[in-house]
């Protein structure tokens, strides 16, 4: 991606291989993210590149984020269901931030396992609107399964903009395995509770990430090479 362009130089990029632990390291916050870039794609043929990531952060997180990742036509295109369907059997994923309209949205987080849902593209304020996901989803015009994931036992939230969520983990560092991306499932969620000395936490925002977050988005533009930038 940006080939011949200025800004190619500046940008980090980074393998798309599924389930191949990357490091990434941030030199300015002297910390290094465990990142897996899955080769995703916003439809297919003749769609773009939509690399999903996966991180690993310094306290314990683990983060996956699919930008927008859509398999079309759906069921006839299966190709990145592949990886999709088993994520789960690779890496532990504690939050899956996931676009609400994507083809078959139960069976992607199926794939993933995650202990958290934070959907998003509600109510798109980029859109026309006729062209906006309701909150509660669109299982008649879209005919998406939206309306199952909440159904299901995943934890969903769905958050307007400017909500933020707080996540806590209260795993020991050293139980956590990033060359394999485990953890144990008796981690907790909670929302909107403060760490404390026994526990990791970080927190989203829409509209307004944490560093981890933002890493894992902006991430989500850049396609496949090696070269890395700080």
């Not at 990029?13 to 897996?36: C, F, G, N, W, Y």
């Not at 304020?125 to 062209?131: I, S």
């Not at 936490?201 to 090479?225: C, E, F, K, L, V």
Request: proline content about 7%; charged content about 25%.
């Amino acid at each position: 991606m940006f080939e011949g362009a200025a800004i190619h130089d500046r940008v980090t990029h980074m393998k798309r291989e599924a389930d191949t632990l990357q490091s990434l390291p941030l030199p300015k916050r002297a910390i290094e993210l465990k990142v897996v870039v899955y080769p995703g794609q916003q439809y297919q043929g003749k769609g773009l590149p939509n690399n999903v990531v996966l991180v690993f952060t310094p306290e314990g997180i683990s983060f996956a984020h699919n930008g927008d990742q859509i398999n079309d036509p759906y069921p006839e295109y299966q190709e990145d269901f592949a990886w999709i369907d088993k994520v789960r059997e690779h890496h532990e994923v504690d939050v899956l931030m996931t676009n609400c309209w994507t083809n078959d949205i139960l069976r992607i987080v199926r794939g993933f396992n995650p202990k958290l849902v934070l959907p998003g593209h509600e109510n798109e304020l980029g859109h026309p609107t006729w062209d906006r996901v309701p909150y509660w989803g669109d299982a008649e015009y879209l005919h998406l399964n939206y309306p199952e994931l909440k159904a299901s036992d995943y934890p969903v939230t769905v958050m307007t903009w400017g909500e933020s969520y707080h996540y806590k983990a209260a795993p020991p560092r050293s139980c956590r395995d990033h060359s394999v991306g485990r953890a144990p499932r008796s981690w907790n969620v909670r929302r909107r509770v403060d760490s404390s000395t026994c526990s990791k936490s970080t927190s989203t925002r829409r509209g307004g990430r944490s560093d981890s977050a933002r890493s894992a988005h902006s991430m989500a533009q850049m396609p496949s090479g090696s070269k890395s930038s700080s």
